[in-house]
């Protein structure tokens, strides 16, 4: 069984390849870009200015194939690929919460983006406290890499 | 431009219908279910044990058609749909944050599950707070709306 998505938009960022892209929102604070919805989709948007961030799912178009196990950009050792967001895996989806700027009609300007530029957009919704913020007990091998983040970006092994 | 993914496995919960799950897995607290992993994929779960909680991205199977306009199950106002989370999508994208219980092969057994029996599943991700934890400002429509997610389940309105 194949599910087949068409993009609703493009997410435009100044990230023009794979290397040096942050590699979370919150390594990239300040990071500007933009959204261009189809405008066909336009009214889908009436109500999301209401909200400060929204939760992206995109398409790493830029990855191909993947590895089960993988050395994620904050480590040097392999892990099973679904206890890492790297970006090759067996469907290709993203997954980012960005700051609005504004809404203009079909576009939404966004800030901390760390999405390649052209990247196809899947799916928007508002991200709610409520329903996304979970008090963790685990946090795996992440916990002890997490200094790094601020400060690692992508690089070319995934490619 | 199409976009076609094949599942990765399927998530089996006590929902066998669309009334009646709970809207969110915060309304969803100690429901439990488990994912099923297409074996092939069973080495990409290594050291997923690590972390307590998942984010599951996979597709509304029940959910056909949309509408840009669209009213929420904790509202009675309508709203556009990328400012919901209502399964009704351009792309019937769904996501949930749910615990892990235990991991045995290619098997997960989970908890909080809000989502219904024999869902395909698009992709893992560890949940990590340093990534996924953002201090909104505006919270939308839903902010006075909160109160009710506990008590609010679907129904068929999204027939």
Not at 57 to 69: A, D, N, P, R, V
Not at 137 to 147: E, F, L, P, Q
Request: aromatic share 10%.
């Amino acid at each position: 069984m194949s599910i087949s998505y068409n993009p609703i938009g493009l997410i435009y960022s100044p990230f023009k390849s794979k290397e040096g892209v942050p590699i979370q929102p919150k390594g990239a604070k300040n990071i500007k870009g933009k959204i261009v919805l189809k405008e066909e989709f336009t009214a889908g948007l009436d109500d999301l200015q209401g909200f400060s961030h929204i939760i992206l799912i995109y398409h790493f178009h830029k990855s191909s194939g993947y590895e089960l196990k993988t050395t994620p950009f904050l480590d040097d050792k392999k892990h099973g690929v679904f206890a890492t967001r790297a970006p090759k895996r067996p469907n290709a989806i993203g997954l980012s919460v960005v700051r609005i700027n504004s809404i203009e009609k079909n576009i939404i300007y966004i800030e901390n983006v760390d999405i390649i530029n052209e990247t196809p957009l899947l799916d928007i919704k508002p991200y709610i406290p409520d329903f996304d913020v979970h008090i963790t007990d685990k946090n795996g091998w992440v916990a002890n890499k997490i200094d790094n983040l601020k400060n690692t970006k992508s690089d070319n092994r995934f490619d």
